[in-house]
């Protein structure tokens, strides 16, 4: 009973996405709040780029998501991560609590401080772009 | 009042973790929080392979997590800190043998820097086990059964 219990609750602790959204209306948004155009060429710039001021095992997005975001990316734990282009992994940008948790977390362990809203238009500009 | 208060406490109860060492089984997490959000980098380990006193430090230290930002809400965190402390190693005042070596002063933070763990790794996992696992954070690698808490070999 208790296995069963386990499986079943093992089976549904995963929320899956909240999908209360799409990459498009995700770039509208922030792209309305920080008052630009949203760039997927300066998207891409800023996933590929070195940064300095943030955690130094995290010096770059591409450390642990690849310069490829389409392939599987690994965490410095070893576990894999989806990929993160929209073309390939439909479900990308498409929870806005989700997408607002990792951007706190991994703008923080790699720029050392939030991103902002013109940053999260570019980025997700690219990533569903590509 | 009463209800809301029992079906958690049943809860923690039936997660208590046993283990077998002949077996070497651990209960897994099985609160949905924990697992959810703990199991997004790296499998979500046991609580019973923490003392209480450590689960508190790591979930209070999340902006900083062994070099990475792991922040959560306040209330989900407090929630998932309320979860493993009921299920740690030493909950309840009940001795573990995971315990053995830890100085009851110090307040481990790696399962992998923890006595027991360092035994059952060093003598049967090669290099080439290493490079291929590429963290001991990935108990998956190799315990294939890790994530229902078996961890034979």
């Known amino acids: 009973m208790k296995a069963v219990l386990t499986v079943a609750l093992a089976l549904f602790a995963n929320p899956g996405f909240a999908q209360d959204t799409t990459p498009a209306q995700l770039v509208a948004k922030y792209a309305a709040e920080a008052g630009i155009t949203a760039s997927a060429e300066t998207g891409k710039a800023m996933f590929m780029a070195m940064q300095v001021g943030g955690k130094p095992d995290t010096p770059s997005c591409s450390t642990c998501h690849t310069e490829n975001p389409k392939a599987m990316g690994m965490a410095r734990t070893g576990k894999v991560i989806e990929p993160m282009a929209a073309s390939v992994n439909p479900a990308r940008f498409t929870d806005t609590a989700f997408v607002e948790k990792w951007f706190g977390r991994n703008c923080d362990s790699v720029f050392g401080r939030e991103c902002s809203p013109a940053e999260k238009a570019n980025f997700i500009a690219w990533l569903s772009s590509i | ?153």
């Open chain 2, 1 to 153: 009042m009463t209800r809301h208060f029992l079906a958690p406490l049943v809860f923690a109860m039936l997660s208590i973790p046993i283990l077998a060492s002949a077996q070497e089984r651990m209960s897994p997490v099985t609160h949905p929080a924990t697992l959810s959000e703990c199991s997004a980098c790296h499998m979500a380990f046991p609580a019973g392979f923490l003392p209480a006193r450590s689960w508190v430090e790591i979930m209070s230290t999340l902006d900083n997590h062994f070099g990475e930002n792991a922040g959560l809400d306040a209330a989900t965190q407090a929630e998932i800190q309320a979860y493993l402390v009921a299920n740690a190693a030493d909950a309840g005042g009940r001795s573990s043998r995971l315990l053995r070596g830890v100085d009851p002063a110090s307040t481990p933070l790696r399962i992998s820097e923890m006595q027991w763990w360092k035994g059952e790794h060093s003598h049967e996992v090669s290099a080439r086990d290493w490079e291929r696992a590429k963290s001991p954070a990935n108990c998956v690698a190799c315990h294939r059964d890790a994530e229902r808490g078996y961890f034979e070999d």
